[in-house]
Nanobody
Framework: QVQPVESGGGLVQVGGSLRLSCVDSGRTRHSYDMGWFRQAPGKEREFVAAILWSGSMTWYADSVKGRFTVSRDNAKKTVYLQMNSLKPEDTAVYYC????????????????WGQGTQVTVSS
């Protein structure tokens, strides 16, 4: 069983940075493809970034390209989302998810979800 647990959210000013972490607290030794999604109040959940289980490929939403970087450390069962040059529109609850992806950008491709961590960007 995969149990993603996110951390690292918080309040940051415009232009600041945060690094989110997602640890698989489950017992599985299998490395899954991982994705980050976010959901702002009153909006649908949207894709942010994804990374293959090997780390060899990554994908990003156009809105975060050049500002966010997804990476992973399989020995630590942890995936990271480095967020730089944050904007007020990045404010949302950020979720990590695990699965065997095809495109990486569809929530339906992921089987296991964390509870989310709040990111608030103040102007």
């Amino acid at each position: 069983q995969v149990q993603p647990v996110e951390s690292g959210g918080g309040l940051v000013q415009v232009g600041g940075s945060l690094r989110l972490s997602c640890v698989d607290s489950g017992r599985t030794r299998h490395s899954y493809d991982m994705g980050w999604f976010r959901q702002a109040p009153g909006k649908e959940r949207e894709f942010v970034a994804a990374i293959l289980w090997s780390g060899s490929m990554t994908w990003y939403a156009d809105s975060v390209k050049g500002r966010f970087t997804v990476s992973r450390d399989n020995a630590k069962k942890t995936v990271y989302l480095q967020m730089n040059s944050l904007k007020p529109e990045d404010t949302a609850v950020y979720y990590c998810a695990a699965g065997a992806i095809r495109t990486g950008s569809e929530a339906s491709e992921y089987d296991y979800w964390g509870q989310g961590t709040q990111v608030t960007v103040s102007s």
